[in-house]
């Protein structure tokens, strides 16, 4: 269309001072860019009338992974000679193989597919439309449109495997699992001794304790093992995660809640997620590989947003977090977050804090210098203390240097049951 305004120009100009002039040379001259633009006339395409699909090799990936995109073309319309074609991507896509950008001939009632390879980071992305420009061959006269060719593409956060989780809340559901229920009946672990009942084996007669009751038995009586609500609650507020201006931890702490979330329903569990930023972002508990699903894509959407202290969480709902169960919280921690963690705790629920720690990840973005190991340390002090009220309030922190695997680093930490858990078990 530039050109074509070009050229328009120059015939007007040389038409224009041949006429003013009455010089005959002037007019000749314009005669050839008169034919041009009246060839280009003659020859410009119709408004094209075209179908796009959009395929993916598939809608969910790992981060850095390669997908392949395919875009068919169906021309319903007249023959185009030249279709420029730009696929709109985001930002945070790169592409790996081929171009987003494609020039073509297209004939009437014909298909064409164009394709590439791209990757990106975790997130969720979505496809809307597709640049189409159809242009004469001297490029002169094109129509744009834009044509509906929708898609979604989920990159998962990377999941960490966890052998398992140690988790003793007050209240468990009815159906078999691997958490202690603190309830006598079948199970591995010895939870006291009781009278004989028809029915029990005769195995689990308990005979030093039978030999000093002259008419009565008494069997011995396990703990049962069952599987428990646990809500997972994402700290997305860029006060606790965005350090150094643009470096954030909070891909460390989504990384995290994946792998606890993967553990816990591949255990059984009734799993449920928030995530606490600008907004709340609910994922209500579930079982099984769609809850996994459901999670995945929650956290693929997840990024922070500015919110000041969990307030929310004062006013959980019992839909998502029932009484008595428990919560894991995944957070680099502030200094006003420790009041809300323990009003959790006072309300009856099992708190578990999973805390990326932000003052080693902070330090390696940071010249080494004396202020900054000054700094260092009293934010330390400042943290330990924090870590210490939270634990007399019985709740289990357990924190994780970044710079290693989170399965490596704090899986046996969690595969570990909590003291204050197997104090109360002892003592009911």
């Known amino acids: ?26 007019i000749a001259l314009a005669i050839p860019f008169l034919l041009y633009l009246l060839y280009g006339f003659y ?18 990936a790992a981060p850095g992974s390669d997908i392949l995109i395919r875009i068919i073309i169906e021309n319903n319309g007249s023959d185009i000679e030249e279709l420029y074609l ?43 439309s597709v640049s189409i420009e159809a242009r004469d061959m001297l490029g002169l006269i094109g129509h744009k449109v834009s044509v509906l060719a929708q898609g979604q593409l989920f990159v998962f956060p990377d999941v960490r495997r966890l052998k398992s989780i140690s988790i003793r809340p007050r209240k468990t559901r009815v159906y078999a699992g691997q958490i202690p229920a603190r309830a006598g009946g079948t199970g591995t672990e010895f939870f006291g001794v009781r009278e004989y ?9 308990n005979w030093h304790v039978t030999a000093r009751h002259a008419e009565a038995l008494f069997a011995n009586e396990f703990q049962q093992e069952r599987v428990a609500d646990v809500g997972i609650v994402l700290d997305a507020r ?60 929650s956290l693929a959407r997840a990024v922070p947003g500015v919110s000041s202290v969990f307030e929310g969480l004062e006013h959980l709902s019992s839909r998502m977090f029932p009484p008595e169960s428990q919560i894991v919280l995944v957070s680099s921690l502030v200094h006003d977050d420790l009041n809300i963690v323990v009003q959790l705790r006072a309300r009856g629920y099992q708190v578990l804090v999973v805390s990326p720690d932000p003052i080693k990840f902070e330090s390696s ?20 203390l924090l870590i210490k009220r939270l634990k007399r309030a019985g709740v289990q922190v357990i924190e994780w240097d970044v710079s290693k695997p989170f399965d490596q680093a704090v899986g046996p930490a969690l595969m570990r049951p909590h003291s204050q858990s197997i104090a109360y078990r002892r003592m009911s």
């Open 238 to 297: 860029e006060r606790a995660n965005l350090f150094h201006e643009t470096h954030s931890i909070f891909e460390h702490s989504v990384t995290a809640a994946a792998a606890i979330a993967d553990a816990f329903i591949s255990q059984g569990n009734r799993v449920g997620l928030l995530i606490y930023g600008s907004y709340l972002s609910w994922t209500l508990p579930g079982y099984g590989k769609i809850q996994r699903e459901k999670i995945l894509r």
């Open 365 to 384: 973005l940071l010249p080494p210098s004396k202020d900054v190991e000054l700094a260092s340390r009293i934010i330390r002090m400042e943290r330990d």
């Open 197 to 205: 009942q028809p029915g029990d084996s005769p195995r689990s007669v």
């Open 43 to 60: 020859n410009a395409p119709e408004i094209p009338l075209l179908k796009i699909e959009r395929r993916l090799s598939s809608e969910k």
């Open 86 to 128: 730009e696929d709109q991507l985001s930002p945070n896509l790169s592409i790996r193989i081929g171009s987003s950008r494609h020039l073509i001939r297209l004939p009437r009632n014909s298909t064409q597919t164009v394709s590439y390879t791209l990757a990106g980071p975790r997130g969720a992305y979505t496809f809307e």
């Open 1 to 26: 269309m530039q050109r074509f305004i070009f050229l328009s120009t120059i015939v007007y100009l040389l038409l224009l001072a041949g006429l003013v002039t009455l010089r005959g040379e002037l």
